[in-house]
């Protein structure tokens, strides 16, 4: 009779089969549907955490079911390591993520970014050159400014919207540059304006608009703004993912345990 331990194991490993076939599908799907470098970059790691749950998923039914110890072995080890690096991932998350927030602007709905405010691994992470082309281009192909821009707001309405961090950013010059509102995404400079002035995105600001503020600081500040949020939900998730493999691990050393000690106990030859 199949221990209790053995027959858990293999029901949690079973959905975890069912995630690894719907982690496979969507990297084919992105594979089909991809037509920008920004999807391509989901692509691969969708498709490698698919075959690793489908590798583990497949190593824990046969070590459970098929009572196989030393599958069952290798599949604890692999599970062990996933869980430290799960931990030491949600424990980076957490504190590169630590610091920074927007900062209120007077008479204004929306938020503005510093660069300076953030971690400086996320600092030198958007200011290699290589590495902003690709977010830049990312900005460009999903039309965040376009799509502000087609608003066609009056100034008093734009000054109380609720912009996102990459949209205060990116689509428009800070507020301290004191530009003239023509629109969302166009914005005049003043009569006699100084190029020396301190904040130098007011000089980079642009109204072409492939070009906006995507170069500026203010930009990259919100772009990690962005960032921040979505890897606090990330850490989120992966707290309660961690108790999940905490929870499959321990049903697998029972499972474990349970294989040698029936391996232990052979059936007793026909004979005696």
Same mark, same amino acid.
């Given at each position: 009779?199949?221990?209790?331990?053995?027959?858990?194991? =293999?029901?949690?490993?079973?959905?975890?089969?069912?995630?690894?076939?719907? @982690?496979? =599908?969507? !990297?084919?799907?992105?594979?089909? $549907?991809?037509?920008?470098?920004?999807?391509?970059?989901?692509?691969?790691?969708?498709?490698?955490? =698919?075959?690793?749950?489908?590798?583990?998923?497949? @190593?824990?039914?046969?070590?459970? /079911? *098929?009572? @196989?110890?030393?599958?069952?072995?290798?599949?604890?080890?692999?599970? %062990? /390591?996933?869980?430290?690096? /799960?931990?030491?991932?949600?424990?980076?998350?957490?504190?590169?993520?630590?610091?920074?927030?927007?900062?209120?602007?007077?008479?204004? !709905?929306?938020?503005?970014? $510093?660069?300076?405010?953030?971690?400086?691994?996320?600092?030198?992470?958007?200011?290699?050159?290589?590495?902003?082309?690709?977010?830049?281009? *990312? /900005?460009?192909? !999903?039309?965040?400014?376009?799509?502000?821009?087609?608003?066609?707001?009056?100034?008093?309405?734009?000054? &109380?919207? &609720?912009?996102?961090?990459?949209?205060?950013? *990116?689509?428009?010059?800070?507020?301290?540059?004191?530009?003239?509102?023509?629109?969302?995404?166009?914005?005049?400079?003043?009569?006699? %304006?100084?190029?020396?002035?301190?904040?130098?995105?007011?000089?980079?600001?642009?109204?072409?608009?492939?070009?906006?503020?995507?170069?500026?600081?203010?930009?990259?500040?919100?772009?990690?703004?962005?960032?921040?949020?979505?890897?606090?939900?990330?850490?989120?998730?992966?707290?309660? %993912?961690?108790?999940?493999?905490?929870?499959?691990?321990?049903?697998?050393?029972?499972? %474990?345990?349970? &294989? $040698?000690?029936?391996?232990?106990?052979?059936?007793?030859? @026909?004979?005696?």
């Amino acid at each position: 009779m199949a221990r209790c331990s053995n027959g858990l194991l =293999g029901l949690l490993n079973a959905c975890v089969l069912v995630l690894a076939v719907v @982690a496979l =599908g969507g !990297g084919a799907w992105l594979s089909h $549907r991809a037509s920008t470098d920004c999807e391509r970059f989901l692509e691969r790691p969708v498709i490698a955490l =698919g075959v690793l749950l489908l590798a583990l998923s497949l @190593a824990g039914l046969a070590g459970a /079911l *098929c009572r @196989a110890t030393c599958l069952l072995w290798l599949y604890l080890l692999a599970l %062990f /390591l996933l869980i430290v690096l /799960l931990f030491a991932f949600t424990i980076f998350a957490f504190v590169v993520t630590n610091r920074g927030a927007g900062w209120v602007v007077s008479g204004r !709905g929306y938020k503005e970014y $510093r660069l300076g405010d953030y971690s400086t691994w996320l600092q030198r992470r958007v200011e290699n050159a290589e590495n902003w082309a690709k977010i830049r281009s *990312c /900005l460009q192909d !999903g039309k965040v400014c376009q799509k502000l821009g087609e608003r066609k707001e009056t100034v008093t309405q734009f000054v &109380n919207s &609720n912009l996102s961090p990459i949209q205060s950013g *990116c689509c428009k010059p800070p507020t301290g540059c004191n530009f003239a509102y023509q629109s969302e995404t166009v914005w005049i400079k003043p009569t006699g %304006f100084n190029t020396t002035t301190d904040d130098p995105d007011c000089t980079t600001w642009s109204n072409d608009q492939t070009a906006l503020c995507y170069d500026c600081m203010a930009c990259k500040a919100g772009v990690l703004a962005n960032l921040k949020n979505d890897w606090k939900k990330i850490a989120t998730v992966n707290i309660v %993912f961690l108790i999940f493999l905490i929870v499959v691990y321990s049903v697998g050393c029972c499972a %474990f345990r349970n &294989n $040698r000690q029936d391996n232990s106990y052979p059936t007793r030859p @026909a004979w005696k």
